[in-house]
């Protein structure tokens, strides 16, 4: 009998977790690498947070809490969804989990039934494909293309939906590609939406903060209020407070889901970390004002990165509006060899390559679903990303 189940055989592990850890296996063997892999923050979680931590732990707060969250950070999300978003939302609408991916895995555990299909713009998150195929879900990718900003349209999605359809999973601002969606845009989208009431929308706003230029984030619900009852609005502390380790993500949504998506918690790991739940508190409640000189940091990041890659040839990186990755197309370079004799055939030999001959680590498009192309996570410091670009750079003009 076989060991593994067939549910498992057909997904794969995360790639962008296998290039962090490829990365970090070279730096531990002595290797000289610049891992622009991993999409987290290179700042340190602010210290008024830490300091929450702390007192919790002093505290005693440290046992079994509600499963899907103390009511303090229920509270603390509703009135963020309130200051931010114009969302109205009670406690009981709320769900806290292991991280913004917990969410969106509780939540399509909770929801998909065998053949049920979820639309998943491309380039989309590497996880998106892969839960829906854990929950017995099929995924429908629907290309969006660099001519419209990597944003799809509304015909785009038109097209892909079925009968069958039971979510669209929506990112903005995206990753890998950090395009984020106008009101304007995401208009088209809910209306769409408004002409199949049989379609939910699950939207990760994990990136809700990095935004940068004039860019306004908006969020489904919130553009179109009559998609209130079948949105389920996922977000998260780890990328706009420094926090990927501490594992909180939450989302908001009608009271049947919410409890739906408590069971299989109830279930699988129970509650969040109680101590990083108090951290999450003082996140959300306490001072925003780092938010903004990030942000500026951030921009001038991207606006570095951008430049030096766009400088080389066959290569065309767009400027997102947010999160903190580009994803440049390589279509140019498909078909040379690298200086070390390596054919570039995909971005994935890119990747591999970049990897081998100049130690710089980035996710390769495939693994998001559009391709030639890479993404870069910009999230770490101006020094580390002159050099990588100067050595993709010479990589690149390296190649015949
Ligand atoms: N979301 C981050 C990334 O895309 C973290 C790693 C992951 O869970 O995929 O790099």
Redesign the pocket.
């Known amino acids: 009998m076989e060991l593994l189940s067939k549910t498992l055989a057909r997904v794969k592990p ?1 790639p ?2 296998a290039v ?1 850890n490829k990365a970090a296996e070279l730096k531990r063997a002595g290797r000289d690498v610049i891992g622009l ?4 923050p290179d700042f340190d979680t602010p210290q008024n947070i830490k300091d929450a931590a702390v007192k919790a732990i002093a505290e005693g707060k440290t046992k079994y809490t509600g499963v899907d969250g103390i009511p303090e950070l229920k509270e603390a999300i509703c009135a963020k969804f309130k200051r931010d978003n114009n969302l109205e939302y009670t406690p009981a609408q709320v769900s806290v989990s292991g ?1 913004g ?1 917990q969410v969106l895995y509780n939540a399509l555990m909770a929801t998909l039934n065998d053949g049920d299909e979820v639309v998943i713009p491309a380039p989309y ?3 998106y494909p892969d839960m829906v195929l854990l929950a017995g879900g099929t995924p429908v990718i629907a290309q969006a293309s660099v001519q419209t900003g990597y944003k799809l349209t509304a015909d785009q999605l038109e097209e892909a939906i079925t009968p069958k359809t039971k979510w669209l999973i929506f990112n903005s601002p995206s ?2 590609t950090g395009a984020g969606y106008t009101w304007d845009e995401l208009k088209e989208i809910t209306d769409v939406l408004m002409r199949h009431p049989h379609v939910w929308v699950m939207t990760d706003d ?1 990136y809700e903060h990095l935004f940068y230029d004039d860019f306004k984030f908006c969020t489904p619900a919130e553009v179109e209020p009559r998609l209130y009852d079948r949105t389920l609005t996922v977000n998260g502390v ?1 990328k706009a407070y420094a926090m ?1 380790g501490w594992r909180i993500g939450y989302a908001a949504g009608p009271v049947e889901l919410i409890a739906a998506m408590r069971k299989v918690q109830s279930q699988s790991t129970s509650n969040p970390c109680s101590i990083s739940q108090w951290a999450a508190v003082e996140a959300l409640n306490g001072t925003q004002e780092f938010l903004e000189p990030n942000n500026t940091l951030f921009a001038r990041r991207r606006d570095l990165v951008v430049s030096m890659l766009n400088e080389i040839d066959g290569m065309n990186c767009p400027v997102p509006e947010g999160a903190f990755y580009v994803y440049p197309s390589i279509s140019g370079l498909i078909g040379k060899t690298s200086a070390a004799g390596t054919k570039i055939t995909d971005d994935e030999t890119f990747a591999t390559a970049l990897l081998d001959e100049t130690g710089v680590a980035v ?1 390769f498009g495939a693994a998001f679903g559009l391709s030639p192309n890479f993404r870069v ?1 910009y999230a770490t410091s101006d020094e580390a990303l002159k050099e990588a670009c100067t050595r993709i750079q010479n990589f690149c003009a390296g190649m015949t």
């Open positions: 995360s962008t977790i962090t892999g991993a999409g987290e991280g991916k998150w590497v996880s990753n890998p994990m780890s990927t996710v996570s």
